[in-house]
């Protein structure tokens, strides 16, 4: 696959290896954008992946449709986790630990027959006073190197209403696209992780 794919988001398209910050505000419109998005996934046959902060929002989507005819998502199409056993798993976060979460979720789910992967992430869990949290930037960075080498999307949500506005800046220096009020924009402060671990050690 080459082409862009359906986000189901308002008609936008995601290429292959797409790492996108998606800004929102509130529970409603973080739901508008999971739901989307990873409704198109499973329509698309695709493996979703997704990292929520609440067993409740968890339990929602639990229930998303394949299809008009079908109730949910087939087994195993779609997986749901909490901070507490992906971003926080053993009380602390560790960008070598995440990585290699995201990287085995799609080594096992290529094996299960699955040839793209569509990721997403409320990143709310940084928000936690838990060891760890202030890496939270330089895991961003690193995971564009995971991006460019899966057939993968990845959406990374953030609530505006939540984050201070030094961390969105940031935030944003490690997206090449930035979702926001349903344009996605392709990101002139983008810097690549080589460049930004440079700059972070500076």
Known sequence: MTGPVPSGI?????????????????????????????????????????????????KRLKSLPRSRSQPGPPDG?????????TYLAGGEFTTSHMLAFWT???IKAEIDGYSFFRLAGEMTW???DAPGVEHLIGYESELNRVTSSYPV?????YDLD?????????????????????????????VGPDEFLRSAGA
């Not at 954008?33 to 979703?48: I, P």
């Not at 999307?153 to 949500?157: G, K």
């Not at 490690?174 to 990101?187: K, S």
């Open 162 to 190: 939540r984050f201070s506005g030094e961390i969105v800046v940031n935030v944003v220096k490690t997206h090449p696209q930035v979702l926001v009020q349903g344009i996605l924009v392709e990101n002139p402060y983008y």
């Open 10 to 58: 308002d008609d936008i398209g995601l290429a292959p290896g797409s790492h996108v910050c998606a800004f929102y505000r509130g529970d409603a419109d973080r739901d508008r954008l999971l739901t989307g998005y990873l409704g198109a996934g499973l329509a698309a046959g695709d493996k979703c992946i997704c990292v929520v902060d609440s067993a409740l929002t968890a």
């Open 153 to 157: 999307i990845v959406l990374c949500l």
């Open 77 to 85: 199409q779609l997986d749901i986790h909490l901070p507490e056993s």
């Open 104 to 106: 085995e979720s799609m």
């Open 126 to 128: 940084a928000l936690r």
